[in-house]
């Protein structure tokens, strides 16, 4: 009887056990359905996050011709250096090995190699003999990725025009930062499968279905003249202490840049080394107060109102007159003189004159007509305005000073782009760096036809201020010096004292000297603007400025083979006695 | 007889079935690894398949020998298991894997007694507890004592190892043969009191048990670390949805699951078959359970009964263990899915273990009901 009661418990107890297992499968049934198919979307989700990864395809960056297609910012496959520490070894013996050929503290490299990440760089964009030594080690864990490195070949050559692209390939200032988009191209985006170790299994193909690789861009510049315009605007500055300078060579009926120099030089190779300021691009994002080149303008537009005739003369005060509380004056004092040699002795007290005859309302429209203070417009980051103050604004000290130029402030390359206006009649153009844009076959993308943005003045009008242009540079103008052997120049020079903060007036030490216009005078090719910034010898236009441009222009037409317009017993005179010496062992370097 | 029959032909085809069933999940969730490893793809599948015939042989072995011969064997057998763990412990004989020495290694197999002390405990239990049919179970000295003596030396050898789960596993055997046998509730308590008292100091005095315990209560915080072995076998299921990715076609085990063809291959499962394969599982293993419960139940003697008992419980327990673990209702444990998963010594036991089944089986009257 206790046998059978037992053996009924017995089994009893074993079927609890059944039982029990029953619930604990089902628990793990429920369980699975929940994983499995309740959470499905969002587990799914996260799986695919965890396998797939996106692998950047950076295209090779464009490369930037000069006019000529010379090469003068390109791009070269350069190796970089990667760790991935979990992979490796011996880190101490990898660090040491790795410090020894980069010339870098041990323990700079170790702190990289003992971090957490399963990738660090340990040195981008290495010289390719370094990388070579390297890999000789064969150490586990290292590897090189092929980047692309901007490079230059020219070293400063049009240093800020072009700018420079950082370590990532993108365009940081100048035109690589301007048409980073174009010389970039689209970047695309693998999607491929990993392991838990981080290899990639096999693609998707790739995202992107237009990819493009970086475009070509062929600028207006041309290598060599803009070589010439920043070696002989380099020893300009050199020889007269001069803080800087700027030059813009531009062909006045297309309004193309065909040089543009600024002094000091830059290296964009190097462009940690140099300081910010020589950076930039300071003939399109400087302004500066142009002088007595402005009276060009004023004449132009004086003469478009018919408020004065060429052959007017005007009483000049022997060379001190007051306006308002302020007294005027004039370098030389002169009696009455025509409105021509208003322009060819520079008169400023002629030219506050003038401007009191035609109005600050009317000069207003024309300067702004002349494009001064509004941007021109040329793809090229931060322009500047300029600054033109309003008619209203204006006291009558400052009407008369803007007459000379003074009081009112532009870019080089909008008073540039105003003499090319003069050169060609009356058009304003649309100044432009870039010619063309191709894609990596060499199929022209885009192409900046030639355009003028408005007609400032009539042909006639601009026919009588080049006519006053050109006896500037004659013998006994101020701008004798620019003249060049065989042909005939217009231009007009500008002395302008500089503004100074701590006096809060205009400095009589810091001037600008400068010289604007073009070549031949009749049928102009070139329009050349040379700005030598703070000189400390031979602080006029005339002196200092002048030569550069004749010096330019010489160089300029030889090599477009423009033939000479001058009759050639000029030839001799007007070169002798332009002549400076240059030191030849130019600063550059 | 019929219904005897299908118990006996279902417990043989099922171990089969799932063998099977092994053999293709290991050669999906090992190729790459053994690939990579050991330079042929069919490293694990091989070996495998090498363990799955032998331990065909032993179970059709087993199946041969009258159980009631275990009898004879019980002590001896138990004695050379006290024996095999201690010498397993000697520096220099047992081979060291990740912290643990568990395994002796002769040539390219591997042994791990502490699976053959399973059995040796289930038999020897079994045969004592048999003995005390007459109330002796209601005594300390006879129905617990004995008992305590067979089981807690192996524990203790086991915990050395150390191995905990295992440990933990043969004193819920003891625990839940005794219940079985009608020991007195008190006695039960106490012992489940000792159990867990004993289990929560193991825990405490081992770092990485608690970290481990921690990542099983909040595996998504830390799914990058200590977490990262649960979360892995949940974006398996996960990724499987209800019919799964299609065999071969899953990614988890491409290093992701930590070994995905021993402990893990049910994730693997659940991401290429979906649920309905982990269900099918499940299922085929409750149907085992059932079936080996009822040869308990109808078992021709007591001896029978707790034999068969300690071997499906044994195995339903590791089951369920195992499933648990990957599907995160337990903390990360070294637990096989038996018939399987990837491995020998496991695989071995567990086919002797339903030779012996199939053996009671084989002598049992299904026809006397209660």
């Known amino acids: 009887m206790v046998k059978l009661r037992s053996r009924t418990e017995l089994k009893k107890n074993i079927r609890l056990i059944c039982f029990s297992f ?50 003068l910012a390109v791009s070269i496959e350069v190796e970089s250096l990667f760790a991935r520490p979990h992979l490796m070894k011996d880190i101490n013996d990898a660090a040491k090995k790795i410090s020894s050929v980069l010339e870098t503290p041990r323990s700079q490299i170790l702190k990289k190699l003992n971090c957490k990440k399963k990738f660090v ?20 864990g290292l590897g090189f990725v092929q ?23 993108h365009g940081l200032e100048g035109l690589e930062l301007e048409y980073d988009s174009v010389l970039k191209g689209r970047t695309r985006v693998m999607v491929v499968e990993r392991d838990a170790l981080g290899r990639h299994l096999f693609t998707e193909g790739l995202k992107t279905e237009d990819h493009s690789e970086g475009h070509d861009i062929i600028l207006t510049i041309d290598k060599n003249i803009q070589y010439l315009a920043e070696k002989e605007l380099q020893a300009a500055v050199s020889i007269s202490r001069a803080k800087g300078g700027t030059a813009v060579v531009m062909d006045p009926w297309t309004g193309e840049i065909l040089a543009m120099a600024i002094v ?81 002795h520079s008169s400023n007290i002629g030219a506050s004159k003038i401007s009191r005859q035609l109005g600050m309302e009317l000069f207003y429209k024309y300067i702004r007509k002349f494009g001064f203070g509004s941007e021109t417009q040329i793809q090229f980051p931060s322009e500047a305005t300029g600054f033109v103050p309003l008619p209203y604004h204006c006291s009558e000290h400052t009407k008369s000073a803007i007459a000379f130029g003074q009081g009112i402030s532009v870019t080089a390359l909008q008073l540039a782009t105003a003499y090319s206006a003069i050169a060609n009649g009356g058009l304003l153009m649309q100044p432009s760096f870039v010619k063309k844009v191709l894609d990596s076959s ?56 500089k503004t100074e903060k701590r006096i ?77 010496i240059f030191p030849e062992n130019g600063q550059r370097g | 007889m019929h219904s005897k029959s299908i118990i006996h032909n279902t417990l043989i085809f099922i171990p089969i079935f799932l063998i099977g069933l092994g053999l293709i999940m290991i050669y999906s969730s090992s190729s790459i690894f053994a690939a990579q490893k050991f330079h042929d793809s069919a490293y694990f599948l091989k070996k495998q398949l090498l363990f799955g015939v032998c331990g065909i042989i032993c179970m059709f072995l087993m199946m041969r020998i009258p159980y009631p011969f275990l009898k004879k064997l019980a002590y001896p057998f138990w004695l050379l298991n006290i024996g095999l763990l201690t010498v397993v412990l000697i520096p220099g004989i047992g081979t060291k894997v990740g912290g643990a020495v568990r395994w002796f290694r002769l040539g390219p197999l591997s042994f791990q007694p502490a699976e053959l002390a399973k059995l040796a405990v289930i038999v020897v239990l079994s045969y004592s507890l048999s003995k005390k049919e007459h109330g002796g179970i209601k005594h300390f000295s006879i129905g617990i004592l004995p008992h305590l003596i067979f089981v807690v030396p192996v524990f203790l050898l086991i915990v050395a190892q150390p191995d905990f789960g295992t440990a933990m596993m043969l004193i819920t055997l003891l625990f839940i043969m005794l219940f079985v046998a009608g020991t007195p509730k008190k006695f039960l308590s106490a012992l489940a009191g000792i159990a867990s008292a004993s289990a929560a100091l193991l825990i405490l005095c081992r770092g990485y048990r608690v970290e481990r315990l921690s990542s099983f209560l909040n595996p998504w915080e830390n799914a990058t670390g200590t977490g990262f072995q649960i979360v892995q076998s949940f974006l398996a299921f996960g990724a499987g949805g209800f019919f799964g990715t299609g065999l071969g076609k899953g990614t988890q085990k491409l290093f992701y699951l930590p070994e995905p063809h021993t402990d893990f291959i049910l994730s693997v499962i659940g991401e290429e078959l979906g649920f309905l394969g982990v269900l099918l599982v499940i299922a085929i293993f409750l149907i085992f359970v059932i079936c080996g419960i009822k040869i308990s139940i109808h078992a021709h003697d007591l001896f029978g009964t707790y034999l068969a008992l300690g071997i499906v419980f044994l195995t339903g327990l590791q089951t369920v263990m195992n499933m648990a673990v990957v599907m995160g209702l337990l903390p990360t444990k070294g637990t096989p899915l038996p018939f399987v998963s990837y491995g020998g010594t496991s695989l071995l036991i567990n086919m002797m273990g339903v030779g012996i089944l199939l053996s009671i089986s084989s002598q049992c009257d299904y026809k006397t009901r209660r």
């Open chain 1, 147 to 169: 980047e692309s490195q901007r490079f230059y070949p020219n070293k400063e050559l049009a240093g800020q025009v072009l700018g420079f692209a950082g370590m990532d390939s």
């Open chain 1, 442 to 497: 060499g199929m022209v993308v885009q192409e900046n036809a030639s355009s003028f943005r408005s007609r400032v003045v009539s042909e006639k009008t601009m026919r009588a201020v080049k006519d006053m242009l050109k006896s500037v540079v004659r013998e006994d103008g101020t701008g004798e010096k620019a003249s060049v052997a065989g042909f005939t120049v217009a231009g007009k020079t500008g002395t302008s004292q």
């Open chain 1, 22 to 71: 029953i619930v604990l499968f089902s628990i793990i049934a429920v369980r699975a359905y929940f994983l499995g198919v309740l959470r499905y979307g969002e587990l799914s989700k996260r799986i695919q996050n965890q396998h797939k990864c996106k692998i950047a395809l950076t295209p090779n960056r464009g490369t930037i011709y000069d006019r000529n297609h010379m090469e």
């Open chain 1, 504 to 580: 809060s007036g205009y400095s009589r030490k810091k001037i600008i000297a400068s010289f604007a216009g073009f070549v031949p005078a009749d049928r102009p090719r070139l329009t050349i603007l040379v700005i030598i910034d703070e000189p400390e010898k031979m602080a006029f236009g005339g002196e200092i400025a002048a030569p550069v441009f004749s010096r330019i222009a010489q160089f300029a037409l030889n090599y477009l083979h423009v033939p000479p317009d001058a009759p050639p017993e000029k030839l001799h005179s007007g070169w002798k006695e332009t002549k400076i």
């Open chain 1, 264 to 344: 000091p030089l830059f290296n964009p190779n190097q462009f940690l080394k140099s300081k910010p300021e020589i950076w930039r691009n300071r003939a399109v994002t400087d302004l500066f107060e142009p002088g007595s080149t402005f009276k060009s303008f004023l004449i132009a537009s004086a003469l478009e109102e018919k408020l004065i005739k060429s052959k007017d003369i005007f009483f000049c005060e022997n060379g001190s007159y007051r306006v308002a509380n302020r007294i005027i004056h004039d370098v030389h004092p002169f009696g009455w003189l025509s409105v021509k040699k208003i322009l060819m």
């Open chain 1, 121 to 140: 760089w340990i040195e981008r964009k290495l010289n390719p003999s370094r990388a070579e030594k390297i890999k000789s080690f064969n150490i586990a």
